[in-house]
């Protein structure tokens, strides 16, 4: 079955630094685009940043361009999400997510917190 595993949230002051991980399973992981979402309280869920199958093409939301770098290591099935420049309002639960062809289906692992406060 498909499982994506988050990890690397936590709290850090504005302007700070964090890298989230996703380690995927379960599926072709090379052949899928993977993306990151977020999703804050009272908000609805966002994505952030999209990245294709071979890591050559990437898009991301307006609120983190410039701040924030996809990537993906195809040989460990993870997809990684480097933020720079941490608002507050960067806060949230961020989301691994992949849609899978085969069943029509979105999957979501079960998300990291990251708080940025001072």
């Known amino acids: 079955q498909v499982q994506l595993v988050e990890s690397g ?20 992981f090379s052949t899928h685009a993977m993306s990151w979402y977020r999703q804050a309280p009272g908000k609805e869920r966002q994505l952030v940043a999209r990245i294709s199958s071979s890591g050559s093409m990437t898009n991301y939301a307006d609120s983190v361009k410039g701040r924030s770098t996809i990537s993906r290591d195809n040989a460990k099935a ?13 806060s949230a639960v961020y989301y691994c997510n992949v849609y899978r062809r085969f069943d029509d289906r979105n999957y979501w692992g079960q998300g990291t917190q990251v708080t940025v406060s001072s």
Request: with cysteine.
């Open 9 to 28: 949230g936590g709290s850090v002051q504005p302007g700070g630094s964090l890298r989230l991980s996703c380690a995927a399973s379960g599926f072709t």
């Open 78 to 90: 993870t997809v990684y999400l480097q933020m720079n420049s941490l608002k507050p309002e960067d």
